[in-house]
């Protein structure tokens, strides 16, 4: 049997970008004929923090940046749901899955408080940390091996990872619009700035985090508006 890996983490590397802040602006600016060339730091920032409190959104599903994510399928599926964007994804068709599943570190949140809706998570305690810990060590390895026998008895592996569980590592590439990327990150994460508070699963945070990080470097200005402006997708 192969030595199956645990990790506790998400990646997300920037692989490609498309357009600027000064692209937003050209893209609005195509209406009169303009470009915003000749416009100083102070007046471009003015002019996309207009863009985003009037949500004229258009001008920024012009840019895009391609990212490179490992996660867990069940953060995989919950990226999918963020339908204005393109992802290219490792097929477990095509390549046999490589033995890797997520387990939690220990101070992720594992009781639900409240009804559906208006719920929050709170820490376990030493004995629920461990059977966390316990029970997805035993599931993984043992479905692994399922698999993994399946696949020397020559049965196609589209078949043989349906014994698989939801946290064994996925990869590849979303390409996301700047407003898709907005309306995506006033979803998955909990920030005391938005006018809507967000409350994901702390596992897809992980992911919107870095994917946040990559905006802030690369569209600074379209970043500030969308903090000044609530965090709230024009």
């Given at each position: 049997?192969t030595?199956?890996?645990?990790?506790?983490d998400v990646?997300?590397?920037?692989d490609?970008k498309m357009g600027d802040?000064?692209k937003?602006i050209r893209?609005?600016k195509a209406?009169i004929?303009?470009?915003?060339g000749?416009?100083?730091?102070?007046?471009?920032?003015?002019?996309?923090n207009f863009l985003?409190?009037?949500?004229?959104g258009v001008?920024f599903?012009?840019?895009a940046?391609?990212?490179y994510f490992?996660?867990?399928i069940f953060v995989m599926?919950?990226?999918a749901?963020h339908?204005?964007?393109?992802?290219?994804?490792a097929?477990g068709?095509?390549t046999q899955?490589?033995?890797v599943?997520?387990?939690?570190?220990a101070?992720?949140p594992?009781?639900?408080v409240?009804r559906?809706?208006?719920?929050?998570?709170?820490?376990?305690n030493?004995?629920?940390?461990g059977?966390?810990?316990?029970v997805l060590a035993?599931?993984?390895?043992a479905?692994?091996?399922e698999?993994?026998?399946?696949?020397e008895?020559?049965i196609a592996r589209?078949?043989a990872r349906?014994?698989?569980?939801?946290n064994?590592y996925?990869?590849?590439?979303?390409?996301?619009n700047?407003r898709?990327?907005?309306?995506?990150?006033?979803?998955r994460?909990a920030n005391?700035?938005?006018?809507?508070?967000g409350?994901p699963?702390?596992?897809?945070?992980l992911?919107?985090?870095?994917?946040e990080?990559?905006?802030?470097?690369?569209f600074?200005?379209?970043y500030?508006?969308?903090e000044?402006n609530?965090?709230?997708a024009?």
């Amino acid at each position: 049997m192969t030595d199956i890996q645990f990790r506790s983490d998400v990646t997300l590397q920037l692989d490609d970008k498309m357009g600027d802040d000064a692209k937003v602006i050209r893209m609005a600016k195509a209406s009169i004929k303009k470009t915003g060339g000749d416009m100083d730091e102070a007046a471009r920032q003015g002019f996309i923090n207009f863009l985003m409190r009037e949500r004229h959104g258009v001008p920024f599903e012009h840019c895009a940046m391609t990212l490179y994510f490992e996660v867990p399928i069940f953060v995989m599926r919950q990226l999918a749901k963020h339908r204005i964007s393109s992802i290219s994804e490792a097929s477990g068709r095509y390549t046999q899955m490589d033995g890797v599943f997520y387990r939690p570190v220990a101070q992720r949140p594992l009781i639900q408080v409240g009804r559906a809706g208006a719920y929050t998570f709170q820490q376990g305690n030493a004995y629920q940390d461990g059977l966390v810990q316990y029970v997805l060590a035993h599931a993984s390895e043992a479905a692994y091996q399922e698999y993994e026998g399946l696949l020397e008895q020559g049965i196609a592996r589209e078949v043989a990872r349906m014994v698989l569980p939801v946290n064994v590592y996925t990869s590849g590439y979303i390409t996301i619009n700047l407003r898709s990327l907005m309306n995506l990150l006033s979803l998955r994460t909990a920030n005391e700035n938005a006018t809507i508070k967000g409350h994901p699963q702390y596992e897809i945070e992980l992911l919107a985090q870095r994917m946040e990080m990559y905006f802030a470097s690369e569209f600074p200005l379209t970043y500030a508006a969308f903090e000044k402006n609530g965090r709230t997708a024009p």
